[in-house]
């Protein structure tokens, strides 16, 4: 079975600075999804990122990049120039190619953006 | 395009009674997952419906229960309610089972 781990519970960064969260999975196959889902207060989880394992260039949204490490089985987010509208849970999550349809999620990373 | 919606927002409930959540997804999206969320277990798997057809299933009893409709809407039933069952329902919707999931606001439960 896919496992997600989040090694991190609390993170926190200064506004405008650089932030970086950890996430590891374990698999073994070889064709495969990997997210970053952001949970804030209101409890929607919102995504954020997304990486097919196949792509060896690192996925990035504004912002947001990803470290996608195959071999290490390492999916790590980095956010730049943070902002107080960042603060929320994070989520790593894995989705397996194939018939396996759902999404398996780390425990989450709880991120705090001081001013 | 609007989201996804889920109804009703919050529900409270007493043990032994049964509910039902309604999950409307995302215009043109026909995949509809479920998952429950408690800050002990975190995010777990129910399961997954496309076209009507129920094709993944999580670990949780037969009291979970759900089903799609033609207009890929669809319900998931908790039958006998347990004080555990207490969390936050999340709906999410999908194209295809390649395709990214999209989040609902969730159905927040509480059993008493």
């Known amino acids: 079975a896919q496992t997600v781990t989040q090694s991190q519970p609390e993170m926190s960064v200064q506004e405008a600075e650089t932030v970086t969260l950890s996430c590891t999975y374990d698999t073994s196959e070889s064709d495969y999804y990997l997210f970053w889902y952001k949970q804030p207060p209101s409890r929607q989880m919102i995504l954020v990122i997304r990486q097919e394992a196949y792509k060896q260039q690192n996925a990035t949204e504004n912002r947001f990049s990803v470290n996608f490490q195959k071999a290490a089985k390492s999916f790590s987010l980095k956010i730049s120039d943070s902002q107080l509208g960042d603060a929320a849970m994070y989520f790593c999550a894995y989705k397996g190619g194939g018939s396996n349809y759902k999404l398996t999620f780390g425990k989450g990373t709880l991120l705090t953006v001081n001013p | 395009k609007a989201g996804v919606t889920q109804t009703p927002r919050y529900l409270i409930k007493t043990r032994g009674q049964q509910v039902t959540l309604s999950c409307s997804p995302i215009s043109g999206h026909r995949s509809v997952s479920w998952y429950q969320q408690t800050p002990g277990q975190g995010l777990q798997f129910l399961f997954e419906?496309?076209?009507?057809?129920?094709?993944n299933k999580g670990n949780f009893p037969g009291r979970f229960s759900g089903r799609q409709f033609s207009n890929s809407r669809s319900e998931m039933n908790v039958s006998t309610l347990e004080l555990g069952d207490s969390a936050l329902y999340l709906c999410?919707?999908?194209?295809?089972?390649?395709?990214?999931?999209?989040f609902g606001p969730g159905t927040r439960l509480l059993v008493l």
């Open positions: 999410a919707s999908s194209t295809d089972i390649v395709e990214t999931q999209y």
């Open positions: 419906y496309f076209s009507e057809t129920q094709r």
